[in-house]
């Protein structure tokens, strides 16, 4: 049979045509089941990071069942906009999600969608200070981009398979029934892929609840605690009253950074911090002093060190911006305030502190040393501008070195500050000068992180090299006037810790005077640096009544 020469121009053309359609379908195919899969994977998505696991994501979201089913039921002309506005809000509700994964790694706790937006800032100024201002300016951009790319997406991924659903709707009608049958089945026998893991998922339907139940009380959370903050029992003490106990000592309160229980029990770190611990006890009953120990509860865990500094000296809970920043303008009587109102000079020694810090006048010092008035000459340490020993030796030379009166001091150790990348060793005390002997050991201001299985034993040394300090700093310059209380302000992220550490943290009363510690005698700690196991539990804002009512007239 013989073909014309249009027909034989037509035959390729026709194979090319079925070959642009088959290519069509394929890519169109994809990119449904992308959708998803996208929609899936933030539908199962668990809120929390020890929970993230590929088992989380082998489950049956019964928003899933239900947005199918509402796609069904909706009037064809307004299920393009319903797809689109249940897609655009899964989009922020994932958003929160990766918020409150984020916030359970580092801070153990979910996010506050009303009072956690001011720690965006700190945790920018922390990316600056561990990657550089380039590295800081990049993830703020990539976030920014990141978020509006998963609303923009999960908005055109609803709407994909809402015309998918619709275009098949007797078969999406009957999975809807299926599924929404076997998740019934699966939540009242609780059907477990493994444990902990329910098939039966309900995320984010309990995620938004919580979220909205928490955005209530966080609205009403300035008004609870300024109404707590307003009664204090010590306001009215006289100043003749106030601290009788330590009248004539040089009182050093030092916060080190990320010492929480974990160190000390029941993980890795605690036989060497431990040993640490004994030994400083050793040492310090050769040098003629005493020491007891017991636990407190931080309102925080893995960062927020203000935060529990705040909780401490002020004996409220301070667990929040808002409420710190509520606190530090109001008129409430602080631990140092109350040393101050005793007669003794208060100053503070904070090297992690680079600008303007109003707050320094709240809590009653007279002098506050930063970074800037340090005089710190030497590398920096990663995260901490300058060595614990450094900051120690300073206290000396400008402040208890001086006939000055009675000292109390307050100072936030840094040398135990994630990321662990760069640790001073102690030198002699005598060669500390102005910081330059320590050139050499630090690893400047970008130092890389540990590796996934050195960091670990990176932190133990933070601690183990701040804590051999703080008993040397004894050693050297204890007299009977010293009293030195030190505790962590919280434990280290899960991260470090595992799952389910808790907030507590270790204090330690150190004296050379037996009356001061005899104050004391009646709170069940235990004797030595190493708190016992079974030693009282305080909550963090219950030590200043405590310690104020032990030394007080």
Not at 330 to 351: C, E, I, K, Q, W
Not at 366 to 389: E, H, I, N, W
């Amino acid at each position: 049979m013989l073909t014309t020469e249009n027909e034989t121009e037509r035959e390729p053309a026709s194979e090319s045509a079925d070959e642009t359609r088959r290519w069509r379908r394929v890519v169109a195919r994809v990119v449904t089941v992308s959708a998803f899969l996208f929609v899936l994977a933030a539908l199962v998505m668990p809120d929390e990071f020890a929970r993230l696991t590929p088992a989380a994501f082998v489950r049956v979201p019964v928003e899933g069942i239900v947005g199918v089913g509402l796609v069904l039921v909706t009037p064809e002309r307004a299920r393009r906009y319903v797809a689109l506005a249940a897609g655009g809000l899964l989009g922020v509700v994932t958003v929160v999600k990766v918020l409150d994964v984020g916030f359970d790694a580092v801070l153990v706790r979910p996010f506050d969608l009303v009072l956690d937006w001011p720690l965006l800032r700190p945790a920018v100024e922390f990316v600056d200070g561990s990657t550089g201002r380039a590295g800081a300016i990049a993830a703020v951009v990539l976030v920014v981009v990141l978020v509006i790319a998963v609303v923009a997406l999960m908005a055109v991924s609803a709407l994909r398979l809402s015309g998918v659903a619709v275009r098949h709707g007797r078969g999406a009608a009957w999975t809807v029934v299926v599924l929404g049958v076997s998740w019934v089945v699966c939540a009242a026998f609780g059907v477990r892929v493994v444990d902990g893991v329910p098939v039966a998922s309900r995320t984010d339907a309990v995620l938004a609840y919580d979220h909205a139940r928490q955005v209530r009380a966080s609205l009403n959370d300035r008004e609870e605690f300024a109404k707590a903050a307003a009664v204090d029992a010590f306001r009215n003490v006289p100043s003749g009253k106030l601290l009788t106990g330590l009248r004539g000592k040089d009182v050093v309160l030092a916060f080190v950074e990320s010492y929480g229980r974990s160190a000390v029990e029941g993980s890795q770190y605690a036989p060497h911090v431990g040993a640490v611990l004994d030994d400083g006890t050793r040492r310090l009953r050769a040098a003629g002093y005493s020491a007891r120990s017991g636990w407190l509860t931080s309102p925080t865990a893995g960062g927020g060190s203000w935060l529990a500094q705040a909780t401490l000296l002020s004996g409220l809970r301070v667990d929040n911006p808002q409420r710190y920043s509520t606190l530090v303008h109001s008129d409430r009587l602080t631990l140092n305030g109350a040393f101050h109102r005793a007669g003794s000079r208060t100053v503070a020694l904070m090297p992690a502190i680079t600008r303007a810090w109003p707050e320094g006048s709240f809590y009653g010092f007279d002098k506050v040393y930063d970074d800037r008035d340090l005089g710190y000459r030497g590398p920096r340490f990663s995260f901490a501008t300058m060595p614990d020993q450094y900051t120690l030796s300073v206290l000396e030379r400008t402040e208890r070195g001086k006939d000055r009166g009675p000292v109390m001091a307050e100072t936030a150790l840094v040398s135990s500050h994630a990321p662990w990348a760069s640790i001073p060793r102690l030198i002699p005390w005598n060669q500390v000068g102005d910081g330059s002997v320590f050139d050499g050991m630090g690893k400047g201001y970008n130092a890389p992180w540990p590796s996934g299985g050195r960091i670990r034993g990176e932190y133990r040394k933070s601690i183990e090299y701040t804590l051999n300090t703080l008993v040397s700093y004894v050693e050297t310059y204890g007299d009977d006037d010293l009293v030195l209380v030190f505790l962590g302000d919280h434990q280290p992220a899960p991260l470090i810790t595992g799952p389910d550490a808790g907030h507590d943290v270790p204090i330690t009363i150190v004296a050379k005077d037996k009356a001061v510690l005899d104050r004391v005698s009646g709170w069940g700690w235990q004797d030595g640096l190493r708190p016992a196991k079974n030693s009282p539990v305080w909550p963090m804002d219950a030590f200043r009544n405590r310690f104020l009512t032990a030394f007080g007239g």
